[in-house]
Nanobody
Framework: QVQLVESGGGLVQPGGSLRLSCAAS????????MGWYRRAPGKERELVAG???????TYAVSVKGRFTISRDNAKSTVYLQMNSLKPEDTAVYYC??????????WGQGTQVTVSS
């Protein structure tokens, strides 16, 4: 049984930082691409960042230079460091595993709210 469990969401002021974590189980973590999607209210779901099994990274244009994705294969955990947060980053963030463009597995999501 595959489980992706996100943590680290919350309320933060504009310009602040948050780090999301996603602990995976039930998959061979080191051989899987991992990533983060988000869905903002009234908007389509979008890819935020992805990281291949070899460590190659991809980012949405809107977050490039502000967000950093990383993985710790020993802990079967993927992270999303989010800096310089903006109100438009407010969304539910989902951890994914598998092909980045067509993920096979999804976490339950964690809410990130950027507001003063």
């Amino acid at each position: 049984q595959v489980q992706l469990v996100e943590s680290g969401g919350g309320l933060v002021q504009p310009g602040g930082s948050l780090r999301l974590s996603c602990a995976a189980s039930g998959i061979t973590f080191s051989s899987n691409p991992m990533g983060w999607y988000r869905r903002a209210p009234g908007k389509e779901r979008e890819l935020v960042a992805g990281i291949s099994s070899g460590g190659s990274r991809t980012y949405a244009v809107s977050v490039k230079g502000r967000f950093t994705i990383s993985r710790d294969n020993a802990k079967s955990t993927v992270y999303l460091q989010m800096n310089s947060l903006k109100p438009e980053d407010t969304a539910v963030y989902y951890c994914i595993a598998g092909v980045i463009s067509a993920p096979r597995f999804w976490g339950q999501g964690t809410q990130v709210t950027v507001s003063s």
